[in-house]
T-cell receptor
Framework: ETGVTQSPTHLIKTRGQQVTLRCSSQ?????VSWYQQALGQGPQFIFQ???????GRGNFPPRFSGLQFPNYSSELNVNALELDDSALYLC??????????????FGPGTRLLVL | GEDVEQSLFLSVREGDSSVINCTYT??????LYWYKQEPGAGLQLLTY?????DMKQDQRLTVLLNKKDKHLSLRIADTQTGDSAIYFC????????????FGKGTRLHILP
């Protein structure tokens, strides 16, 4: 039990739609990172937010965007969904940014299926 | 570029030791991790090692790092059925936006 929760647990969308995934971090954790884990693959870094601002981004197009709120919750938004967006989306929270090795606590993930 | 490679499958008899191997390419890697993922669950950090260390032991887990060869291994002593999971090797560096680079995972299967 990491204290990080995500909602919903599962979601089905169709191509072209938009989706919002939510994450609730541990209290006191100022940093949230989002990862995409396709079937049979390791997680891939999407982006990180620190104190409500984007603080690093992986190789994902701009239709992947995020928000972080002062109450330790955050969102991942994906516009114009494509079939390849089907994956498990994981959020991870940590106390501070800039500390590689700072323990990141992962949530259970949201499994998104795009038809 | 940054890449982490690991074998996809490993079968071990219950009670034996499991050794999962991993190689990485980024010579500036600062931290190396082992994560465990059970079916339907998120990632659990098992252990991590700083790049200036050779070995770290934590109960049944032993991590060995050969920085020259960029090789990392995880040894699980006295493997139990509860150890059945996917194990991800991962690395991060201080100069790279804090993102963690993961391998594709090794599925550990326990034989009775």
């Amino acid at each position: 039990e990491t204290g990080v929760t995500q909602s919903p647990t599962h979601l089905i969308k169709t191509r072209g739609q938009q989706v919002t995934l939510r994450c609730s971090s541990q209290s006191g954790h100022n940093t949230v990172s989002w990862y995409q884990q396709a079937l049979g693959q390791g997680p891939q870094f999407i982006f990180q937010y620190y104190r409500e601002e984007e603080n690093g981004r992986g190789n994902f197009p701009p239709r992947f965007s995020g928000l972080q709120f002062p109450n330790y919750s955050s969102e991942l938004n994906v516009n114009a969904l494509e079939l390849d967006d089907s994956a498990l989306y994981l959020c991870a929270s940590s106390r501070s940014s800039g500390g590689a090795g700072e323990t990141q606590y992962f949530g259970p993930g949201t499994r998104l299926l795009v038809l | 570029g940054e890449d982490v490679e690991q074998s996809l499958f490993l079968s071990v008899r219950e009670g034996d030791s499991s050794v999962i191997n991993c190689t990485y390419t980024d010579s500036s890697s600062t931290y190396l991790y082992w994560y465990k993922q059970e079916p339907g669950a998120g990632l659990q950090l098992l252990t991590y090692i700083f790049s200036n260390m050779d070995m770290k032991q934590d109960q049944r887990l032993t991590v060995l790092l050969n920085k020259k060869d960029k090789h990392l291994s995880l040894r699980i002593a006295d493997t139990q059925t509860g150890d059945s999971a996917i194990y991800f090797c991962a690395e991060s560096t201080l100069n790279r936006d804090d993102k963690i680079i993961f391998g594709k995972g090794t599925r550990l299967h326990i034989l009775p």
